[in-house]
Each structure stands twice: as C-alpha cells, then as structure tokens.
C-alpha cells in the first residue's frame, strides 16, 4: 500500500489549493507553515466516523474544507477517497481494465467496511500507532504515569498517551526542564560552564538566524518554482492525450504494414463496378463465341482441291492446247493460245479454294481470340480485385464494403493527433507559458545558490525558536543559581528536588500491534525485532546502551555498555525517546517483508540532537527503499537526504 496523490483546498497547513503527487521511497514534505496535519487529514480521510470533527481540520471557517486522498490498496487497485471535512465523501475505485474511475460508496460506514475489507487498511489505532509518527507520541511528551492510558476497544491493549505540551531539553545541560511541571528550570549546577554554553548559543542563535533567512528565500523561490511549474505542467494532460493518440495512431494497421496497395480503399469502394464490368465482358464475349460457332456450323466442308473435278478438267483442257501448238504449222497452231484461259480458270478455282480454307481458319482462329480475350479481361479484374479479396481475408470481413471503416479510424486518429499538436503548440507557445519556461531554470539557479550557502553554513541546524527558548530557560537557570531564594515561591519546587517519575514503556503497544498485523504471537514477534533494535538504539546513543530484552509481556530491559541493566522508562528522557524512534523504525521495517504500510512522520525529530539528524535521515532513507516514507519537515538537511521533495 502506498500514496498516489494528495489533494486539498482550504486545508489547514497547507496551500490553500493544491495537488501534491507522491512516488514511493523517501520524500521529504515542506510545509507552508511550521507543520502540517497530513497524519489527522489521513485518518480522517481513511477513517472517517461521520460526526464532523474533521471540520477543525479547515483552515478558515468561512467555507469548508475538501481533501481527496489516492492510494493503491494492498489489492494492488487504485482508491480514490473525497471528503468535504465536517461534511458528507465519496469512495471511487480505478477499474484496472477501462482505466475509468467507478463509485463505490458515497456512505461513509460503507467505505470504511469496503476499505477495511478490500483495499486491506488496518484498524485504526494499527494506523494511528504504527503508520503515523508524530512527536506527540514520544514518551518524553506524554503525560507520566497512568493517567495518559487508555484501552483500545477490542483488543485489551493499552494505547499511548495523549501528548503533553513540553519537550526535554538535551541531557547533560546545566538547566533542566522538569517532566512533572514544563514550566520549572533547575538551577544550573556549574555557573561558569553554564556561561559558556549561553555565549555558545548566542553563536548559535546567529547562525540559525541567518539560515532561517536563507531558507526563507529559498522557500519563496520554491513556492515561484512551484507556481511555474504548474503553469508549464498544465500541459502534462495535453502532452499525455498526444503521445496516447499517437500510439494508438502507430498501433492502427495500415496498407503498407498489411501488404496492401496504397488505394486499397478506392479498389474497395469500385469492387461492385469492378466485377460488373467483367461479368458484362465475359457475357460479351460469350454472345460472340455463340454467333460464331453458329456460323462455322452453316459453312459447309471444304473439300480437297484435287477432288474437284471442274480443276482437272480446266488443267487437261489448258495442257492439250499447249501441246497441240507444238505439232501444227498452219493456222491451227493458233489453238495452243486457248490454254491460257483453261489454265486461268483452274487458278480461279484453285484461289477460290484457298480463300475457303481461309475463311474456315478464321472462324476456327475466332476461338482462341475469345479464349485470350477472356483470359485478359480476368487477368485484369484479379489485378484490380485480388487486393481486395485480399483484405477481406486480413481484415476478415464479409464484404469490401466493411474494409473502409477499418482502415478509416486510421484517418480520424491522425486528424486528432495533428489537432492535440496544434492544441500544444497553441499552449507553449502562449506568453505566459513562454514566460515561465524562461523564469523557471534562472529560479531554479537561485535556488542552488542559495541552497550552497545553507550548506556551507551547516545544513544541519536547529530551529531558531528551540534555540532561543534554550537560551532563556539556560539564562534562567543561572539567574537561579545566583538567587537560590528565587526558587522558594516556584510551584512543583519540592517535586524537583524529589525526584521524577519513571516514563511509560512503550514496547507492550507496538509489540501486540504488530504482532496482530503479523497474526503471530509476541515472542515471535519480538525474537524479530531484538537485533535491529539494538543496531538503531545503540547507532542513536552513540553505542551507549548495547542491548535490549522484553519479557513475555513486552516490557523492555535496556541494557548499557558497562553491563547495568535497567527499565526503559529509568532512562533519560531523551534517550527514551530514542529508544521509541528506534522500536518504531525496526517495527515499520519488519512489518514491510509482509505488508507494505506507508510512515507518515510529523515534528517527531524535532528535539533530537543535530548531531545524529544526518544518521536519522540515513535510516529514513533505508526504509524508503522497504516501504514509501513521508517524511513533513521544513528542515533543509532531510531534502538533500530523500529522494524527492514535494512543496505542501
């Protein structure tokens, strides 16, 4: 399970409109103010119980407040979760085939059966305890003792104390905050020491104040960079449509791609007038080759030339009077000149029976011509419907008609990919888009400047606030030991001087939670999670403590480097915060092996030593790439740490 996209308008701790996208691994969340409520904005999104109380969650009164929260369920489908904060929502479901959003429930009971259910959320206080990681829940914050504890129903585990409204101040300071009374400071121990540190943190004071100028300027700059690249990623929709039309366009068949000729729809359309042309021809044809054979069959057989008798006799006759001029002197000699007419009409004859058997061969000739008069024509319907027919078998359609609407969506995608182009054209090339486009990288270059300069005075500092409120309480606690007299009217005097109660132990909570998110029992649970405990609380204790054990109950023995053994809730309170940050990062790490949750973290690193911030955000890094982790801190050192930051 992780988060998709973050929506919001007239929410508090946020920009008053927005929408924040969000990848998984580690991201760093800036806020635009000093926090924001996006572990509240959450639950009330996921958890929501109908009765309005996430109206306080708007940043105006005058009108209400909207969210929208997606996400990918452990069903690995796509949620969309819409509320109107004090107000009535809705429940949408992405469908994975037609990529279209659906509605699953506008009831706010049944969405949170349908999510509990189907998407595979949690319970709440599993969310709330495990998911959410807020410095109201560290033990040095919560109240001592029993009166912060209560039961979650169903389950007979005691969950963990509403936070208190003080912070510890760091171990070892000359002036301590006492944790029964937030507003007493003891009197510092060593004044002079206490002198020292007072000059240490005026320079300190200097240097968080010029950093805190820097990175205001940079937070500008970012929220112009921010606005920027909402103009230019207006057309992100646009460009998305044009790569889509044109993919399916590329997808669409094509003549050339099927073997086809170019004109294949042309040939398609004129297939009927085609075929109509050749079955007249045919038909033609056929009428000719009858009125021939018709013909042929009235023609009576040519007989041979030599059994013509008349041609024999003409031949004798011409023969006879040649000769007879050779054997007469006299007049009669003249006789051998009839010859020529006998022997002209034997050739009449012979050319009249050459002209029949021409005219027999002609009418038999008449034959093949119809023969390869046919062949042409069909040979000319295949090479203008053989394509067709073709196309037919590819597109496996019925008849050529159906072949123009196939190939025609071809047409109408390429006509909607040169109009999206126009469309973005249009848009890039409008003043304002062409404007930020020029604006956005000479911004973004101020921004590295300033960003080296943070860097090159500490990019790990504290917040100018805790610093002066350090200042003051350390200022205060030598002022009382130069005065011990001050002390006497002070409420809780006497608390201070007795002592202070042990803090809660936080392990019987997560453990049961976590071993009912793994449907196992604790001893299993906790034989998982011993080794890596150890490895992050010793990493933030400067290897002070060396080892931790629970018993069967889960409460926690730490043990020390010089082997003294002691409950958690003895320790300091800032080392018992670190204990929890610790048990908290180990649990969300073995959870994420079999069930991936995201960790919402809120304020909860903001009283821990800048010394070990760069290591916290190493760790934070690590379960990025376990699980996706939202880390909300102004603080510039984190970004340079995560894999992405996003401006709320």
């Known amino acids: 399970m992780h988060f998709v996209e973050v929506a919001v308008q007239n929410v508090r701790g946020f920009s008053p409109?927005?929408?924040?996208?969000?990848k998984t691994g580690y991201l760093v969340l800036k806020p635009p103010a000093e926090s924001s409520p996006l572990g509240a904005l959450t639950l009330a999104l996921l958890y929501a119980d109908g009765r309005g109380g996430d109206a306080a969650l708007a940043a105006t009164a005058q009108k209400p407040g909207k969210a929208a929260l997606t996400f990918v369920g452990q069903d690995a489908v796509t949620y969309r979760v819409l509320r109107e904060l004090g107000g009535g929502g809705s429940l949408h479901r992405l469908n994975p085939g037609t990529q279209q959003p659906e509605l699953v429930t506008q009831d706010t009971t049944d969405a949170n059966q349908f999510l509990r259910g189907q998407a595979g959320l949690p319970p709440r206080t599993t969310f709330e305890l495990l998911c959410c990681l807020q410095g109201a829940q560290l033990p040095s914050r919560r109240p001592r003792g029993g009166a912060g504890r209560a039961t979650t129903s169903g389950s007979g585990m005691r969950a963990l104390s509403s936070p208190g409204l003080h912070s510890p101040s760091s171990p070892g300071m000359p002036g301590l905050r006492t944790q029964s009374s937030p507003g007493m400071v003891l009197p510092a121990s060593d004044i002079p020491a206490a002198e020292a540190k007072v000059k240490e943190l005026e320079r300190e004071l200097v240097l968080c104040k010029e950093v805190d100028n820097l990175q205001f300027e940079v937070d500008g700059l970012n929220s112009q960079v921010f606005d920027l690249e909402s103009k230019l990623s207006g057309t992100d929709g646009l460009k998305q449509k044009v790569r889509e039309a044109e993919a399916a366009w590329a997808a669409e068949p094509t003549p050339?791609?099927?073997?086809?000729?170019?004109?294949?729809?042309?040939?398609?359309?004129?297939?009927?007038?085609?075929?109509?042309?050749?079955?007249?021809?045919?038909?033609?044809?056929?009428?000719?080759?009858?009125?021939?054979?018709?013909?042929?069959?009235?023609?009576?057989?040519?007989?041979?030339?030599?059994?013509?008798?008349?041609?024999?006799?003409?031949?004798?006759?011409?023969?006879?009077?040649?000769?007879?001029?050779?054997?007469?002197?006299?007049?009669?000699?003249?006789v051998a000149l009839l010859d020529i007419p006998a022997f002209g009409f034997a050739a009449?004859?012979?050319?009249r029976y050459v002209d029949e058997l021409q005219h027999r061969d002609r009418l038999n000739r008449r034959g093949e011509m119809f023969t390869v008069r046919e062949k042409k024509i069909q040979d000319e319907f295949e090479a203008e419907a053989g394509a067709v027919r073709k196309?037919?078998?590819?597109?496996?359609?019925?008849?050529?008609?159906?072949?123009?609407?196939?190939?025609?969506?071809?047409?109408?995608?390429?006509?909607?990919?040169?109009?999206?182009?126009?469309?973005?054209?249009a848009t890039e090339k409008h003043p304002e888009y062409v404007e930020a486009a020029e604006q956005l990288p000479l911004l973004r270059q101020q921004i590295e400047l300033l960003n080296a300069k943070v860097t090159e005075k500490g990019a790990f500092v504290r917040d100018v606030r805790e610093v002066e409120r350090e200042l003051a309480r350390l200022k205060e606690s030598i002022q009382l030991a130069r005065n011990p007299q001050m002390m006497g009217g002070m409420p809780g005097a006497d608390m201070m001087m007795g002592g202070m109660e042990a803090l809660e132990d936080p392990s019987p909570v997560l453990i049961n939670l976590a071993a009912?998110?793994?449907?196992?029992?604790?001893?299993?649970?906790?034989?998982?999670?011993?080794?890596?405990?150890?490895?992050?609380?010793?990493?933030?204790?400067?290897?002070?403590?060396?080892?931790?054990?629970?018993?069967?109950?889960?409460?926690?023995?730490?043990?020390?480097?010089?082997?003294?053994?002691?409950?958690?809730?003895?320790?300091?309170?800032?080392?018992?915060?670190?204990?929890?940050?610790?048990?908290?990062?180990?649990?969300?790490?073995?959870?994420?092996?079999?069930?991936?949750?995201?960790?919402?973290?809120?304020?909860?690193?903001?009283?821990?030593?800048?010394?070990?911030l760069p290591l916290l955000g190493r760790m934070l890094k690590h379960l990025g790439t376990l699980t996706q982790v939202l880390h909300i801190t102004a603080h510039p050192g984190f970004g340079q740490l995560s894999d992405g930051t996003v401006n709320l």
């Open 17 to 22: 409109a927005g929408r924040f996208a969000l």
């Open 256 to 334: 050339e791609s099927m073997g086809l000729p170019q004109d294949i729809v042309a040939r398609a359309e004129r297939f009927h007038k085609t075929l109509a042309r050749r079955d007249e021809a045919l038909a033609r044809i056929a009428s000719e080759r009858d009125v021939a054979e018709e013909e042929a069959a009235r023609l009576p057989d040519v007989e041979p030339l030599v059994k013509d008798r008349n041609f024999w006799i003409a031949v004798g006759a011409g023969v006879v009077c040649f000769i007879a001029g050779f054997f007469f002197t006299n007049a009669v000699r003249y």
């Open 348 to 351: 009449v004859l012979a050319l």
């Open 391 to 425: 196309a037919m078998e590819v597109f496996d359609v019925d008849t050529p008609q159906d072949i123009a609407p196939r190939l025609q969506r071809r047409e109408e995608l390429g006509a909607l990919v040169a109009q999206l182009r126009a469309q973005l054209v």
């Open 516 to 612: 009912d998110v793994l449907a196992t029992n604790t001893q299993a649970v906790i034989g998982a999670l011993r080794d890596r405990c150890v490895q992050y609380f010793s990493a933030l204790t400067d290897r002070r403590y060396v080892g931790v054990e629970w018993d069967k109950d889960g409460r926690t023995v730490v043990v020390a480097s010089s082997g003294r053994r002691m409950p958690v809730g003895e320790l300091p309170p800032r080392e018992v915060d670190m204990f929890y940050l610790s048990l908290r990062l180990t649990v969300v790490e073995k959870l994420s092996a079999r069930v991936k949750l995201p960790l919402l973290i809120e304020d909860a690193l903001a009283g821990v030593d800048d010394a070990k």
